[in-house]
């Protein structure tokens, strides 16, 4: 299993970004997929997650309205739309699934700064 996110960079408050996370080695469609993000000096929470076939979403609280997760099946991607973004959203974010083993991302940094 592999999980490759990219997207992350520098923004200023109030922009967007979004991030994506290419998925390889297991059948992508039958899996959640989640976003985790993990900020200086705090445990890692999760963001987002949405169900193999799109049917279920979740957020944390602190980004609902401003975050979407969607998914591609036909390319093996998750995605994470992230708008109105605040200096606390500042992160880095880890694209993670599971099957009885848990598989993370090696990560991409999102910055939010004037």
């Known amino acids: 299993v592999q999980l490759v996110e990219s997207g992350g960079g520098l923004v200023q408050p109030g922009g967007s970004l979004r991030l994506s996370c290419a998925a390889s080695?297991?059948?992508?469609?039958?899996?959640?997929m989640s976003w985790y993000r993990q900020a200086p000096g705090k445990e890692r929470e999760l963001v987002a997650r949405?169900?193999?076939?799109?049917?279920?979403?979740k957020y944390t609280d602190s980004v609902k309205g401003r975050f979407t997760i969607s998914r591609d099946n036909a390319k093996n991607t998750v995605y994470l739309q992230m708008n109105s973004l605040k200096p606390e959203d500042t992160a880095v974010y880890y694209c993670y699934t599971q099957d009885g083993t848990n598989y993370w991302g090696q990560g991409t940094r999102v910055t939010v700064s004037s």
């Open positions: 949405v169900s193999g076939l799109s049917t279920v979403t």
């Open positions: 080695g297991f059948t992508f469609s039958r899996y959640a």
